[in-house]
């Protein structure tokens, strides 16, 4: 079979070339994020293209190369690819959406300290000549009450390290999730709210989320409870947190994300929020560790290997999601198709036209693309593939072993 040329560009962690490499891959690394022109020429020469958050990724770059199977983000979000043109065009785009998980916890459980002892504040003086020793508001955070808002992948990981300090947990989903260890659900956020004596968001960004803590949710917390926020800007109105803070109602917080965050490290960042007491700020870095950059290069790799290797989809952000075991002794072909009627009786016209023996077929469709995958028994896998591949309707065919 062919070689499997993937070119990886943004300077994605070597862990990644590394398993490629392994699995028998070519692997072609750029540093920098090329622009649309480059990217649509340079994608000519390969079957997977490996991108972090800076490379746009258009239609015409997905549709200059019809052997382009995959696109890997090595990152967390996917806005950067032209999903809907990935997925007619038969290209599925995985990411990594928790591989930062425990490093954006780790933050989290240093901010509960950071806060509670005014850390921020006495090391900038520190700095500047200054020196504030004293035990006035300073409190240790073991037997204080942690509310967590969404208990998803991060918020759960912070419950089990909170507790593991001594702190009380209370939590507050939309979704029924089971608690960890000795935490407590809350049946509304304003249980959470006025129980908490640090209260940490983590939900995604979405309309029911957008300024869900304002004014009134700071009423409603403890006076000099305390705010952290490593989730997305726009769950906080910083207006009304910053008022709050003036107002000592909430005593402190520490803040990774912003409405407005600056687009690279040379821009100038502002915030109303900039020079208030007690107030710890960090340029969005709650998931950039070593670590995670290390474990998505592992996880985008490793989707890759499933994709490219078995046909497996599973975690594939804008395509149906089929996820099936390897058939020894037989051969795996895959067929992306536009998802209209009576597709399906074409291909299987096709099969029995060759007088193949199919040992597993499944389909997996959405709305405008089918996914079938098929394991078929004799060894003319690659010319049943190419007459299947030849079909109006099919967009992308190609046997995987
Ligand atoms: P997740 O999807 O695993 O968990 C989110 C949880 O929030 C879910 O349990 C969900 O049911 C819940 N939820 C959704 N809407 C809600 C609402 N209106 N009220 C209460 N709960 C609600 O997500 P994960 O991985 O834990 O990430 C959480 C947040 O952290 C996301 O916004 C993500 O973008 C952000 N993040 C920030 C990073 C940083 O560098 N600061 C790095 C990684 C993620």
Redesign the pocket.
């Known amino acids: 079979m062919e070689k499997i040329k993937i070119l990886l560009v943004e300077n994605i962690h070597l862990v990644a070339k590394e398993k490629l490499e392994q699995e028998g891959f070519e692997v072609v690394l750029k540093s920098h994020a090329p622009d649309e022109a480059e990217l649509t020429e340079l994608v000519k020469n390969f079957h997977a293209l490996g991108i972090r958050s800076k490379t746009n990724v258009s239609k015409k770059s997905l549709a200059s190369n019809p052997q382009l199977y995959a696109v890997g983000a090595f990152c967390?979000g996917t806005n950067q690819v032209d999903l809907v043109a990935a997925n007619q065009l038969g290209i599925p785009t995985f990411n990594a959406?928790?591989s930062?998980?425990r490093?954006?916890a780790e933050?989290v459980i240093a901010e509960l300290v950071i806060l509670a002892r005014q850390l921020g504040d006495r090391n900038m003086l520190a700095h500047s000549g200054g020196w504030m020793k004293s035990a006035d508001g300073s409190r240790e955070i073991r037997g204080k009450t942690l509310g967590i808002?969404?208990?998803?992948?991060?918020?759960?990981q912070v419950s089990v390290l909170a507790e593991a300090m001594g702190l009380k947990v209370v939590f507050?989903?939309?979704?029924k999730?089971l608690p960890l260890g000795n935490a407590h659900v809350c049946t509304h956020?304003k249980e959470l709210l006025e129980t908490s004596d640090f209260v940490t968001?983590?939900?995604?960004?979405?309309p029911?989320?957008k300024d869900?803590i304002g004014a009134s949710e700071f009423r409603q917390m403890k006076k000099g409870a305390f705010l952290i926020n490593?989730?997305?800007g726009s769950?906080v109105v910083i207006e009304d947190l910053a008022k709050a803070i003036k107002a000592k109602q909430v005593g402190g917080a520490a803040v990774?994300?912003f409405p407005d965050e600056p687009a690279s490290n040379k821009d100038k960042f502002g915030s109303l929020l900039q020079g208030l007491p007690n107030v710890f700020l960090t340029p969005?870095?709650?998931?950039?560790t070593e670590e995670a950059q290390y474990a998505i290069g592992l996880e985008v790799a490793e989707s890759f290997r499933r994709f490219l290797k078995v046909g497996s989809t599973s975690g594939a952000v804008n395509f149906p999601q089929v996820d099936l075991p390897v058939i020894a002794g037989a051969h795996r072909i895959i067929n992306v198709h536009r998802n209209e009627p009576g597709v399906l009786g074409e291909i299987n016209g096709v099969v029995s036209k060759f007088g193949a023996n199919i040992q597993g077929q499944f389909l997996s469709t959405d709305n405008r693309i089918g996914y079938l995958v098929m394991d078929v028994e004799k060894a003319e896998a690659k010319s049943l593939a190419g007459e299947i591949g030849q079909l109006s309707r099919s967009i992308k065919t190609r046997v995987v072993y």
Do not use: C, F, W
């Not at 808002?149 to 759960?156: D, P, Q």
């Open positions: 967390i959406p928790y930062n998980t490093s954006v933050l808002v969404g208990y998803g992948h991060i918020g759960s507050y989903d939309v979704v999730k956020l968001l983590h939900v995604p960004e979405t029911q989320t869900m490593a989730s997305r769950v990774d994300v969005h870095i709650g998931g950039s």
